[in-house]
T-cell receptor
Framework: EAQVTQNPRYLITVTGKKLTVTCSQN?????MSWYRQDPGLGLRQIYYSMNVEVTDKGDVPEGYKVSRKEKRNFPLILESPSPNQTSLYFC????????????FGEGSRLTVL | RKEVEQDPGPFNVPEGATVAFNCTYSNSASQSFFWYRQDCRKEPKLLMS???SGNEDGRFTAQLNRASQYISLLIRDSKLSDSATYLCVVRYISNFGNEKLTFGTGTRLTIIP
């Protein structure tokens, strides 16, 4: 089954404790992206990747890091989480430059205390 | 001005009615347009692409007006299952091949029995 898998789905952590949210897709997509969704602000892009070893900042990259060492994986790293990073995070993948259809993971709800 | 703007609603519509909402975008060089649907606490999913000539998929009709820089979504004979948040998405590809998808904040629709 074609899917995008994120883990963990729910996480409560404390300020400053490094964490990684993993994202994996099995559709051989070149394009992958991370979004955060907050009430009234919609989906905002954090980072995206056009292919392996190619990553770029989105609209709200501060406080986040990503890597794309393999085509299928695109982890999101919060080196020192802060309460303003409490949010619902979505990973998505798609065929770059061909269609605009993105396939989203089920989301990861992160709370930073 | 926001890159993509939508009326957040909520739109409360009786079952069987027709409902329409618009979305405006600011970048006149945007190439592609989409409507996504997001159910409560779920990931967004592609509803339909929006073509220059307008397109229809069952009870759903999407229109694009490039001159006025807006897209619209019309839902006829609304069903209870149409209750969701509808996200307008605009796609832009730069001369360097970087792809950007910008999401609106969404329009919340509730169909009332």
């Amino acid at each position: 089954e074609a899917q995008v898998t994120q883990n963990p789905r729910y996480l409560i952590t404390v300020t400053g404790k490094k964490l990684t949210v993993t994202c994996s897709q099995n559709m051989n997509h070149e394009y992958m992206s991370w979004y955060r969704q907050d009430p009234g602000l919609g989906l905002r892009q954090i980072y995206y990747s056009m292919n392996v070893e190619v990553t770029d900042k989105g609209d709200v990259p501060e406080g986040y890091k990503v890597s794309r060492k393999e085509k299928r994986n695109f982890p999101l790293i919060l080196e020192s989480p802060s309460p303003n990073q409490t949010s619902l995070y979505f990973c998505a993948s798609g065929l770059a430059g061909v269609t605009g259809e993105l396939f989203f993971g089920e989301g990861s709800r992160l709370t930073v205390l | 001005r926001k890159e993509v703007e939508q009326d957040p609603g909520p739109f409360n519509v009786p079952e069987g009615a027709t409902v329409a909402f618009n979305c405006t975008y600011s970048n006149s060089a945007s190439q592609s347009f989409f409507w996504y649907r997001q159910d409560c606490r779920k990931e967004p999913k592609l509803l339909m692409s929006v073509y220059s000539s307008g397109n229809e998929d069952g009870r759903f009709t999407a229109q694009l007006n490039r001159a006025s820089q807006y897209i619209s979504l019309l839902i006829r004979d609304s069903k209870l299952s149409d209750s969701a948040t509808y996200l307008c998405v605009v796609r832009y590809i730069s001369n360097f091949g970087n792809e950007k998808l910008t999401f609106g904040t969404g329009t919340r629709l509730t169909i009332i029995p």
